[in-house]
């Protein structure tokens, strides 16, 4: 008798020709990186679904205590508002060498050479090469508005959308939105199916998520699980606000829908969190406030504007606390504020603490952007700000992510001496440093004891203040130093970067 599980079992090679020959296109990352992935996904109809029923679990042994678990059913979701899910199938081109023959210049002396002897499948220097993608995507609007990744359709020469029914068409990309990794199509056709739309700002962590989408290409597959964290702030894309789930994404979900247990969309699939390309339990959507806002701008006027403070920030950790009197180390700390930007207008300053944005608390300092991503150029925005040992209130104007700004001009240098207790040994820029380096106030860092360096202090960095007061003399470093008691948080310019760092007081 032939075994079950040989029967059933496909092996990870069957499954990888399959997986070609079907034409689903998957790339691995090496290192530890935050890696996008192509999916698709299907749509739900323009009315709210129905919660799901709650499964009551059976006790779990005979006599056990009578505590039982509610599951969700995500029957309802995954019949009715999978039909407003779809398939996208991208295909574009790349420029490729002439099989055998290397990259050279009609013009190059040896360019007739290798023409002639290279066979007849030399035909120049490059070709067109096509190259293919699939992604998901869910219809927003009857008439064919659809949402989707802005990294799923990038450098698309034709875009195909599959419907649930099966149907296919062309579909036009409207625009896209590389910071957000928002994009929106439209294709022709009505009374469509559409999904309704949730407010993401709701989510609760630990609250139980579905995504719908096409991973590998395997069209209209259902993945659950729950909210991890939300408002999280990732290196590589500071201006969104993700949601953080373990539901399985896999390349082929990026662009689905992630709805809640109303069957409402909450956001984007968009990201996952790998070290082999594939599904690792960390995978990030974009919260749907963010996707309208872009999807809005996009209808109407075809482009995408962003709201910028103008300022660069740092975490606060416990040293930083400690230098600044903060009950906790919570807070984004102003690093650097750009000339002629809405911060400088609205008088914020290197040093600054900001706690709160329109009285929502700042925890970290990936919270800042985040909270910005959802408004608007022109937009006001109220700022509590931690300085001088106290909240201070700030009300800012936001400008517009496209106006350039420079960084803010430094006060004149005064004259310096040698440092003490932090173990620096300071001397002032002289002429030719402050022309070159544009730095008109600070002290040249020439040595650094261990405790300073052990935080990050280097030789050769310019220090610019000391708890947020600008300094200019050793006299001024030593008034501040000596008024603290744990930790100094020194503002260093390192080339022409501007970043504070803690340093235990030895």
Known sequence: ???????????????????????????????????????????APAAVAPAPALVQAPPVAAGAPAATVTLPDFTRIAAQNGKAVVNIRVVGSTKTSARGAPQMDPNDPFYEFFRRFQGPQ?????????????????????????????????????????????????????????????????????????????????????????????????????TAGVVSATGRSLPSDANVPFIQTDVAINPGNSGGPLFNTRGEVVGINSQIYSQTGGYMGMSFAIPMDVAVRIKDQIVTTGKVQHAKLGVSIQDVNQGFADSFNLASPEGALIANVERGSAAERAGLKSGDVVRKVNEQPIIGSGDLPGMLAVSKPGDKVALDVWRDGKIVRINATLANASDKAEPLAREQLAGVDKGAKLGLALRPLDPNERRLSGIASGLVIEDAGSQAIAAGVMPGDVLLSVNGKAVSTVEQVRDMVGKSTKSVALLIQRGNDRIFIPVRIG
């Open 122 to 222: 030399y035909r120049g220097p490059q070709n067109d090469a096509p190259v293919f993608g699939a992604g998901s995507g869910f219809i927003v609007s009857p008439d064919g508005v659809i949402l989707t990744n802005a990294h799923v359709v990038k450098g698309a020469d034709e875009v195909t959308v599959k419907l649930q029914d099966r149907r296919e068409y062309r579909a036009k990309v409207l625009g896209s939105d590389p910071k957000t990794d928002v994009a929106v199509l439209k294709i022709d056709a009505k009374n469509l199916p559409v999904v309704p739309i949730g407010n993401s700002r709701n989510l609760q962590v630990g609250e139980w998520v579905l995504a719908i989408g096409s991973p590998f290409g395997l069209e209209s597959t259902v």
């Open 1 to 43: 008798m032939q075994n079950e599980g040989a029967v059933t079992a496909i092996t990870a090679k069957r499954l990888t020709l399959a997986l070609c020959a079907a034409g689903v296109i998957g790339g691995a990352v090496g290192a530890i990186t935050v890696n996008h992935n192509n999916a698709t996904a299907q749509s």
